[in-house]
């Protein structure tokens, strides 16, 4: 199995700045997609940010220009990095990982495998 474990939320005001990271880890597996999802109360869960397996990303209009989403593969982690944010960005947000589980239980099955949350409040 392949677990995802964030980090670095917290509250932060209006115009602050906020670097979330997530780091894999297991014992033998390949990333090709990775990921940042988040859902606020009442509301529905959306993809924030997406990084593929050929560095292309993907971002909610939303955060463009305000969040910039990276990898150090050398390290396992993931990493997110929120500028001007907004309390419409207060949220919890989860990262994801795809990709192959070479390990000896898995066998070079694919996995998705999802981070337990962190609370990102964004208010005065």
């Known amino acids: 199995q392949v677990h995802l474990v964030e980090s670095g939320g917290g509250l932060v005001h209006p115009g602050g700045s906020l670097t979330l990271s997530c780091v894999a880890s297991g014992s033998a597996f390949l990333i090709t997609t990775t990921g940042w999802y988040r859902q606020a109360p009442a509301k529905q869960r959306e993809l924030v940010a997406a990084l593929n397996s050929t560095g292309g990303t993907n971002y909610a209009d939303s955060v463009k220009g305000r969040f910039t989403i990276s990898r150090d593969s050398t390290k396992s982690t993931l990493y997110l990095e929120m500028n001007s944010l907004k309390p419409a960005d207060t949220a919890v947000y989860s990262c994801?990982?795809?990709?192959?589980?070479?390990?000896?239980?898995?066998?070079?099955?694919?996995?998705?495998?999802w981070g337990q949350g962190t609370q990102v409040t964004v208010a005065s």
């Open positions: 994801y990982a795809e990709g192959v589980d070479y390990s000896a239980s898995y066998h070079g099955k694919d996995f998705r495998s």
